[in-house]
């Protein structure tokens, strides 16, 4: 069996990880990776965490570059790869543009798609931006659904998906935490943290560690949830350490209303290793990032969600996550009363989290190995 697994962020790389490990060491299949570098520095560090070496590097990656131009990008490089190699798989991971066309491209070439992470939905294809709608065309063209959980599945069951065609997974994103987890703490968080007195008993300060970067919080959203940090810095217990998208519409609000204030650390983009063992130390999270929701409950981290609607309900529901939108005066009253309330806190803390045990990526290939076309 040949398979081609093609990706192109850092969040596509860290849940394929452990599918393309799984399949290099099962029998009969012949494994390659593309990558289209949609994201090139955040992938790149990925690929080396988790030793990934692709056959196809497309390095797509342009300086505001518009998603018409990435797509056509794609469409013109990836098809002479399916051409040549002539995968009898071609493996799909969420919702990006790479997603989206990648499956287009499979389509027209007549080549089974297997869709990880599928039926993720808020049935707002506005929310996320452009996210919703790449998941959704993925998901008409998918031949096989590796739904992460019970609740994914019945999104596509409500959509016409035959239920042979969905095997309900796990997210391997549990998967690759479980391995980052166990690496040392880099030294320079180390020192980090040593420098903010975070985990010094004499000085009690807690960590809350801050990501905000999706395109519907461009412009006052993102400035209301910057005025909430503001705030919340005031405390004098807590330590803010915010990683920041390099995006211009992201990097400029940020650093003008929050550079230079006192108990607030702005850094850029974090690597994976760095970013999760900021997690383990975090007392809380603030995050829009949908791979944090789904991380930050396995260290038993509340997480306050900087969206007005999430596709990960199931954390809404298990009680790791809770939506509070991106009103300054919410984000405030939530994480003030996490911070105070330790029943309230640990509420949230102790609850499971509900995406997976560990072992999605041997349930992926398990279910391809089992296919039986329709």
């Not at 398979?3 to 596509?12: H, M, Q």
């Not at 790869?81 to 491209?105: E, H, Y």
């Not at 959980?149 to 042979?164: D, F, H, M, P, V």
Request: include cysteine; charge should be neutral.
């Amino acid at each position: 069996m040949k398979i081609l697994s093609v990706f192109g962020t850092r969040p596509e790389a860290v849940k394929m990880a452990p599918v393309i490990r799984e399949l290099a060491q099962t029998p009969n299949i012949e494994s390659r990776v593309c990558v289209t570098a949609q994201h090139r520095q955040m992938l790149d560090q990925v690929l080396n965490l988790f030793k990934i070496k692709p056959e196809y590097d497309l390095d797509l990656m342009r300086d505001d570059q518009s998603l018409a131009e990435l797509s056509a990008a794609i469409f013109m490089h990836l098809d002479p790869i399916l051409s040549d190699f002539k995968p009898d798989w071609v493996l799909v991971q969420g919702d990006t543009t790479t997603v989206a066309i990648t499956a287009l491209l499979s389509y027209y070439r007549r080549i089974r798609v297997g869709h990880v992470e599928a039926g993720l939905r808020t049935h707002d294809k506005w929310q996320p931006f452009p996210e919703e709608i790449n998941r959704r065309v993925a998901g008409v063209i998918a031949d096989l659904h590796f739904a992460p959980t019970e609740s994914a599945k019945q999104n596509l069951l409500r959509e016409g998906i035959s239920e042979k065609a969905i095997a309900v997974t796990g997210n391997p994103v549990i998967d690759a935490l479980q391995f980052v987890a166990k690496q040392p703490d880099p030294k320079e968080i180390v020192r980090l943290l040593a420098k903010l007195k975070i985990g010094n008993q004499e000085s009690g300060k807690k960590l809350i560690l801050v990501t905000a970067h999706r395109r519907e919080n461009f412009g006052k959203p993102l400035e209301d949830i910057c005025n909430a940090l503001k705030d919340l810095a005031t405390r004098g217990d807590v330590e803010i350490i915010y990683a920041v998208h390099l995006n211009p519409n992201v990097w400029e609000p940020v650093h003008r209303i929050l550079n230079d204030v006192n108990c607030i650390t702005l850094l850029p983009p974090l690597d994976y290793l760095p970013l999760v063992s900021l997690m383990k130390h975090a007392t809380l999270i603030l995050t829009d990032s949908g791979g944090i929701q789904e991380e930050a409950p396995a260290f038993g981290i509340p997480v306050l969600v900087l969206r007005e609607v999430t596709e990960r309900p199931e954390g809404i529901e298990a009680g790791t996550l809770k939506l509070v939108g991106t009103a300054t005066q919410r984000i405030v009253k939530e994480a003030r009363r996490l911070l105070e309330d330790e029943s309230a806190y640990r509420t949230m803390a102790k609850a499971a989290n509900p995406f997976g045990d560990g072992h999605a990526a041997q349930n992926i290939v398990r279910a391809l190995l089992n296919y039986k076309a329709l």
